[in-house]
């Protein structure tokens, strides 16, 4: 067990889907998973291992924000020797011409999280996904009736915003969509030379102020974790 897991060794896969929300997880573990199991109730941030076309697959929520991915994608890679992780989530648009229910594959993160700030000593460092990860998913998604982006996206500390301007700035310099946990994934994951990427489907449209329904949100939702257990399925 890990500090903040409490998984024996071995009850985690070394591929593992990561939804901010737990109950997500338990989502993926009940539709998607054959003989799933939980094996972490720690602080109710569910864990489940169960069999996706006959593999050992994971899904563990990790929370929000980049302290809390920090925490989990650590003990997963260190504790459990995860190789290849793949974040779960949703974002909101910064382009016009970016529509709810789109997925964006992160290629790399813009950010305002002061993270990579303290690790490299002030100096600025660029996030960026596993290529093989991203290809395969742009690949997957290619046979699903979704339309897909990738590109740039903003990671941020802050949900609620009273100044705009560093996010009209971000826009102006065509980031794809906002949001919070990306940064601290793809940067472990280069620490440690494992595979990340994140896949987000986009809930909210900035410019518009459009959002999903709970019954888009889930259909949503289905497309992207199909996405994401094909994409780590393979290699």
Do not use: W
């Not at 929300?21 to 864990?47: I, Q, S």
């Not at 459990?80 to 229910?101: D, F, H, P, S």
């Not at 949001?179 to 489907?201: D, Q, R």
């Not at 986009?202 to 992207?224: A, C, R, W």
């Amino acid at each position: 067990m890990s500090r903040h897991l409490g998984a024996k060794k071995g009850e985690i896969a070394d591929r593992v889907l990561l939804p901010g929300d737990p109950l997500r997880a338990k989502f993926v573990a009940e539709h998607f998973l054959d003989k799933a199991y939980c094996y972490n109730e720690v602080r109710g941030m569910y864990g489940y291992t169960g069999l996706y076309k006959g593999v050992p697959v994971s899904v563990q929520g990790t929370g929000m924000g980049n302290p809390s991915m920090s925490i989990y994608a650590t003990e997963l890679i260190v504790d459990y020797e995860v190789k290849k992780l793949i974040r779960i989530g949703t974002c909101g648009a910064m382009q016009e011409e970016i529509n709810i229910r789109d997925i964006i594959l992160a290629q790399a993160v813009s950010s305002d999280s002061n993270l990579t700030e303290k690790i490299f000593h002030g100096c600025n460092y660029a996030p960026t996904a596993d290529f093989s990860l991203l290809m395969k998913a742009y690949q997957q998604a290619q046979g699903k009736n979704v339309n897909v982006l990738v590109g740039n996206i903003y990671n941020s500390d802050e949900f609620y915003r009273e100044n705009l301007d560093r996010l009209h700035k971000f826009m102006d310099f065509g980031v794809l969509a906002v949001e919070m946990e990306s940064t601290a994934l793809y940067t472990l994951a280069a620490k440690y030379a494992v595979k990340a990427l994140s896949i987000l489907t986009v809930g909210s449209q900035l410019l518009t102020q459009e959002h999903l329904t709970h019954k888009e949100s889930e259909q949503s939702f289905y497309e992207m974790v199909e996405i994401a257990l094909n994409t780590v399925m393979e290699g």
